[in-house]
């Protein structure tokens, strides 16, 4: 079952990775692009990555205090997190669909 949700957690991330870099170069200006998919992909790295087995950790020592409930220190960022990310990316789709549709008017304007 583990391992289940786990895939199912990875492709849902990973399904929405093409849109985030279409969306990336929609709004950027081209002489950003390459800094902003760079930042992103920092970002996400060192904090998706890097940062998780920490985060765990110090949920067990500091919050669990107990090695044996480490399932729920892997759990905690997950519950936490994923509807904190949906929130900002709920947030932020009005603005982005503003600046889509400002971008088209400029673009059929100087066509």
């Not at 849902?12 to 200006?29: C, M, R, W």
């Amino acid at each position: 079952l583990t391992w289940g949700l786990a895939a199912l957690g990875i492709f849902a991330i990973s399904v929405g990775a093409p849109a985030q870099n279409a969306a990336f170069q929609i709004v950027t200006p081209t002489e950003l692009r390459g800094k902003m998919t760079a930042l992103f992909l920092f970002i996400f790295s060192v904090v998706g990555v890097a940062l998780a087995p920490v985060i765990t950790a110090l949920i067990t020592d500091f919050i669990l205090h107990d090695e044996s409930q480490i399932k729920w220190a892997i759990f905690a960022p997950a519950i936490i997190f994923g509807p904190a990310s949906l929130l900002i990316t709920w947030l932020g789709l009005k603005p982005y669909e503003r600046e889509v549709r400002r971008l088209k008017a400029l673009e059929a304007a100087a066509a």
